[in-house]
């Protein structure tokens, strides 16, 4: 969606009654104040739009209103009457729920276990009725056209159909206020419109809903209201026609911006591919049935896209490539040479980097300080006899932060007290710091706002303008084609072709994805 038309709906009610409401909320930790007189009202069937930049505050006030944080000062009202939730569960059954961008599931658990966790179906008031769950969970897997056995070990799913898990368990408590904290961050296109419709029906329903994306066209798409958040404080609140697309990142960011996808420079790009040593080669790459044939080549200074649908094999393939997956055939090089026997700590030390799209489970530390995170890749070449030179550790992590923009009350700070794109920015900081050749960026920007797209692209740019080749993938089509000087088509684990990205349209992209015409391009192994 490129245009800032109103929401395809109409609330019946000019005024809609206030289901939540907050009046001068303020939250401090330590030093940070991370919200600052902050009044918010979530109104019976009305989708309420949060935005603003990683940092802005967000995160916290959901914490907030789900009874993670109390405010330091400020009320919080449902239905009129004054409460004060002192823990997640005392909100929930107040019939404030939350479905969150990082899953907080049990993967070695059912997906009806999941779905009715602490509110399970009983008989005789004591035992789990498991057969009333499992028909119960089938319905709502029904409704959510999700293709998953209820039995089904959670973890056995896909990234995708577990946050779709996800939202179905927090439907499934009865909601009066439904937050939903980037819903769609892992969600296919098809899995996205179910969701779309599911929130449409809530709102019918009369529910508070309360969403939370960086995707600005799925916010014009499903929004009544806007909240704009910056540095801990509401600076504008309106209707999508009071607040078109230009004025909301504006408000976002406290300046002009180009837009969210006009940020790439793509000046001197045209002799991308004209180095004969490609600077990463794959040849019939397999592992399982999820890399069924793979074949690429990456050229120093281009930017190449693997473009899939969810379920294509994107992330495996990245993988199998790095290392972190034995392949069972095919053929890995780096400027010429085989890398044999690979494994992550062997590619990193021949200039391979990877960034994975589950920052939660396989990027973060999150016990360790900002600082750790930054540095963990680059210990063996900061260390002497086992001893890490904090003269070296320092600056590496100085000089990451201050090109990423990482915002963060020092290097000592935890990880986790990082908002989610912050978080994002110190891992691409952590790739960087090995000074590879090669980058394999699986879904970079997933989570992340405007204001970091445009820093995190500039970064990616200008390493590929010094020499650098980069692999990367994204859910928004949209960002793939403003990034990559070309994409290589993957479905159901193998490579069929490719196209150049200067003047394609998402759709022409998404049609041979899916089938719909014949491979636009010429051969994908062609740097």
């Not at 029904?142 to 039995?151: F, H, I, K, M, W």
């Not at 969701?195 to 529910?207: C, H, M, N, P, S």
């Not at 084609?481 to 290589?488: E, Q």
Request: glycine share 10%; proline share 4%.
């Amino acid at each position: 969606m490129t245009t800032d038309a109103a929401p395809a709906h109409t609330v019946a009610d000019a005024t809609p009654r206030a289901v939540l409401d907050t009046r001068g909320v303020s939250k401090t930790f330590g030093v940070v104040r991370a919200l600052r007189d902050v009044s918010l009202t979530l109104r019976a069937g009305e989708v309420h739009g949060l935005v603003g930049e990683n940092g802005a505050g967000k995160s916290t006030l959901i914490k907030v209103l789900t009874g993670f944080h109390q405010p330091d000062a400020g009320t919080l009202a449902l239905d009129g009457a004054s409460v004060a939730f002192d823990s997640p569960r005392a909100a929930q059954r107040a019939g404030v729920c939350a479905v969150y961008q990082e899953i907080n599931l049990i993967p070695e658990r059912s997906v009806a276990d999941n779905i009715f966790l602490c509110h399970e179906p009983k008989r005789f008031g004591i035992l789990t009725d498991r057969k009333q769950m499992l028909e119960r969970t089938a319905q709502i897997v029904q409704r959510y056209r999700l293709a998953v056995d209820p039995a089904a070990k959670l973890g056995t799913l896909g990234l995708g159909a577990q946050q779709m898990v996800a939202i179905a368990r927090g439907v499934s408590l009865g909601a009066r206020v439904l937050i939903l904290d980037e819903p769609t961050s892992a969600l296919s296109g098809a899995e996205v419109d179910v969701l779309f419709d599911v929130v449409d029906a809530l709102r019918a329903e009369g529910i508070a809903l309360l969403f939370v994306s960086h995707r600005l066209s799925e916010c014009y798409r499903l929004c009544d209201r806007f909240t704009v958040m910056r540095d801990g404080a509401v600076v504008r609140t309106g209707t999508p026609q009071e607040l078109p697309r230009a004025a909301l990142i504006a408000a976002m960011l406290g300046r002009e911006s180009a837009g969210e996808h006009a940020w790439t420079d793509r000046s001197g790009k045209a002799d991308a591919g004209a180095s004969t040593t490609p600077a990463l080669e794959v040849d019939g790459l397999q592992w399982g049935n999820r890399v069924r044939d793979v074949t690429m080549r990456v050229a120093p200074r281009e930017i190449v896209g693997l473009a899939g649908l969810l379920g294509s094999g994107r992330t495996e393939t990245f993988k199998t490539i790095f290392g972190a997956q034995k392949p069972d055939a095919g053929d890995v090089r780096l400027a010429g040479r085989a890398l044999t026997h690979a494994t992550p700590a062997r590619s990193i030390g021949r200039g391979l980097a990877f960034l994975s799209e589950d920052r939660r489970a396989e990027g973060i530390f999150p016990r360790l300080s900002v600082r750790e995170n930054i540095v963990a890749s680059l210990l063996p070449r900061i260390s002497r006899f086992g001893f890490i030179s904090r003269a070296k550790e320092a600056q590496v992590v100085r000089e990451a932060i201050a090109r990423l923009g990482i915002k963060t009350a020092g290097p000592g700070a935890l990880i986790t007290t990082l908002s989610g794109g912050n978080q994002q920015k110190a891992l691409i900081a952590r790739c960087l710091s090995t000074q590879p050749d090669v980058l394999l960026l699986d879904d970079p920007t997933r989570g992340i706002d405007v204001g970091a797209k445009e820093e995190v692209h500039r970064v990616v740019q200008q390493l590929a303008q010094e020499g650098l080749a980069v692999v990367v993938t994204s859910s928004e089509m949209e960002e793939l084609l403003a990034l990559t000087d070309r994409l290589v088509m993957l479905n159901e684990g193998a490579t069929h072709g490719g196209m150049p990205t200067a003047g394609a349209h998402p759709d022409d992209v998404l049609a041979v994805l899916a089938g719909q015409v014949a491979d636009a391009g010429p051969d994908s192994g062609g740097a």
